[in-house]
């Protein structure tokens, strides 16, 4: 059976997790049921990135230990991810021990190689980012990434010897032209970083103790980049008694990470994997970011929308679809309230909620409830329909291969409009007045064909909404809901009975009101100074 391994970055539990941190999961694991569906062996792995100073200094302002807050809020991220449904396999915190001594022994390893080295490090400092950048890699003097002060720090520290590996990097890059994605994205890190040459990278902090200890000089903490970027090798047993699943899922297939951290993952991390001669991951996909139409979400402009204000009140797969349908390939998406109640309205109650109702009544109208068999194509437009649809189908895979998930909704839901177009076109209500048997029996097994294609579309998406469709239908066996009989027109409706009264998908918005609630719940994330 062929693997498919995936990753999300593991999250810093320094605040409530934010629609951004949701998108990112709900993205992979999109992307892993849809490879499930198509039958990889798949695993999904993602976690928190629990140490550093940050972490402790939160920690220290709710008077609580590092442990004991991280442990509270890894109980929280894990029951968001539940309610959410995601379906990830692993969930990797990086305070477990199952990585903390993996990390010990690769810092030890990467030592005697001589790829760390000890020396003195001082430059600017971005605590809440903890990075350091150099001069020129300052915007107005301020951290480029968030844009907040630093401060001019000077440590002894260890280095990890990037400059070695340049030009390996360099080449691989080269032969391997679609290992970071989007193309956008590569180009930046390699005409901003790499070609001008890398610096060494600063791997051990002495100003801050939450974090694992350099094994043979333990006033040094191990730096959370090669802390936290080890978590996808560890999370599967690297350098450990059990590492079936290492041997079996390494190298990763996909490794979905935002715009802001693709540095430390384009870069950083495929050099450790050399110097370790690990494979590199097969692509590493950077997103964009959600963004307010006032800028950045951020406390203090009291513009931050959490996952629970829209997954609590429209339900999960409202909020899935929205980010996943909006959010285009690679570049930032602005979210706005209206844009959602509008989704909301016209893509899920509209066009697909209406259709499965309309549907299922007349299945049960004009045919008392049990869908027509497959005569083949009786008019013209059941053609039409059929080809259309095939046609569709395969736009879907190739976007989907390819991760582009947004483009694969779009060319999906043109099957949505396209068989309610259908609808309008036969006219089922004539062909019942004029008694045209034939004719209307094509049409209901038609709308319910196309219906049963829909939800297997759906499933890596919204998948309540996807097993609804199909118990609605009166689709029970799991065979007939397999994505292998997807391009089939004939016989996964043998003898199917729809449910006698359609339950709506989704209940019509009220635009005004639902803005005006999402507005308040955005105001009320102002943080109290
Ligand atoms: N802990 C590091 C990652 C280490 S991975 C080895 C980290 N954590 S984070 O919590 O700050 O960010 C996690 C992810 O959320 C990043 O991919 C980041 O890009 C993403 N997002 C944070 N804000 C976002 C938006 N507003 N929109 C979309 N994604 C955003 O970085």
């Known amino acids: 059976m062929e693997k498919f391994y995936i990753t999300t970055p593991i999250y810093y539990p320094s605040g409530r997790f934010h629609i951004g941190t949701a998108y990112t999961t709900i993205l992979a694991d999109t992307i892993a049921r849809y490879k499930k569906q198509r039958g990889y062996e798949t695993r999904f792995l993602t976690g928190l990135d629990e140490h550093g100073q940050k972490i402790g200094e939160v920690a220290a302002k709710l008077e609580k230990s590092p442990q004991e807050y991280v442990d509270g809020m890894a109980e929280q991220a894990k029951a968001l991810w539940k309610k959410l449904g995601i379906e990830n396999d692993d969930f990797i915190r990086t305070t477990e021990e199952r990585h903390t001594k993996v990390v010990e022994k690769i810092f030890d390893y990467f030592m005697e190689k001589g790829d760390i080295y000890k020396g003195e490090y001082e430059g600017n400092y971005c605590v809440p980012c903890e990075t350091y950048f150099t001069n020129t890699q300052l915007v107005d003097g301020k951290c480029p990434d968030c844009g907040r002060e630093v401060k001019l720090m000077r440590e002894e520290a260890y280095f990890f010897n990037m400059k070695k590996y340049t030009d390996r990097l360099l080449k691989y890059y080269e032969e391997n032209p679609n290992f970071i994605q989007p193309e956008s994205r590569k180009n930046e890190l390699l005409n901003n970083f790499i070609k001008p040459g890398l610096e060494d990278l600063c791997v051990t902090r002495t100003t801050f103790d939450w974090g694992i200890k350099v094994l043979k000089d333990p006033k040094h903490v191990v730096y959370v980049w090669l802390d936290a970027l080890t978590n996808y090798i560890t999370a599967l047993g690297y350098m450990s008694e059990d590492d079936s699943n290492f041997k079996k899922f390494w190298p990763a297939d996909l490794q979905i990470v935002g715009k802001d951290i693709i540095r430390f993952h384009g870069i950083y991390w495929p050099i450790f994997l050399m110097a370790l001669d690990l494979p590199l991951p097969k692509e590493i996909y950077s997103h964009g970011f959600i963004m307010m139409k006032d800028g950045k979400m951020s406390k203090s402009k009291g513009n931050v929308i959490y996952p629970e204000t829209l997954m609590d009140r429209y339900g999960n797969d409202a909020f899935k679809y929205f980010l996943l349908r909006e959010f285009p390939y690679g570049q930032d998406t602005v979210f706005s309230p209206e844009g959602f109640v509008e989704r909301f309205n016209y893509d899920l109650c509209n066009d697909l909620g209406n259709l499965l109702n309309r549907s299922i009544a007349m299945v049960n109208k004009y045919n008392g409830g049990i869908i027509p068999e497959y005569k083949g194509h009786v008019t013209e437009f059941d053609k039409d329909l059929e080809e259309f649809t095939l046609e569709q189908i395969d736009k879907y895979e190739k976007n989907m291969d390819k991760y582009v998930v947004n483009n694969a909704l779009t060319e999906l839901w043109q099957i949505i409009t396209r068989t309610n177009k259908y609808i309008d076109e036969t006219a089922p209500w004539v062909l019942a007045k004029e008694e045209k048997k034939e004719e209307l029996d094509s049409v209901m097994y038609h709308l319910a064909e196309n219906l ?72 009320k994330s102002t943080s109290k100074k």
């Open 452 to 523: 049963r294609k829909i939800a297997i579309l759906i499933y890596p998406f919204m998948k309540e909404t996807s097993l609804n469709m199909f118990n609605q239908l009166g689709i029970i066996n799991e065979e007939n809901r397999g994505y292998d009989t997807l391009r089939e027109y004939d016989k996964n409706l043998n003898n199917v009975k729809v449910i006698e009264k359609g339950i709506p998908l989704f209940q019509r918005l009220n635009m005004e009101e639902e803005v005006q609630y999402i507005r308040d719940e955005m105001s």
